[in-house]
């Protein structure tokens, strides 16, 4: 019982299709994939104003 097997995990994929839906979950996925782009970019920003300052 402590361990979950790919079926397991396919049924909890399968209740949260049911219950949100396959559009919301797309969105979700694409606003979730727009915010990790955002927030890479600003680590980079980031570290591109400490690089002068270092040296």
């Known amino acids: 019982m402590g361990e979950l097997?790919?079926?397991h995990w396919l049924v909890v994929l399968v209740i949260v299709m049911l219950v949100?839906?396959?559009k919301r979950l797309g969105d979700v996925g694409t606003d979730l994939g727009k915010a990790i782009k955002g927030f890479k970019d600003g680590i980079?920003?980031?570290?591109?104003d400490q690089e002068p300052s270092q040296k």
């Open 5 to 7: 097997s790919i079926a």
């Open 20 to 22: 949100f839906g396959t």
């Open 44 to 48: 980079k920003d980031a570290d591109k």
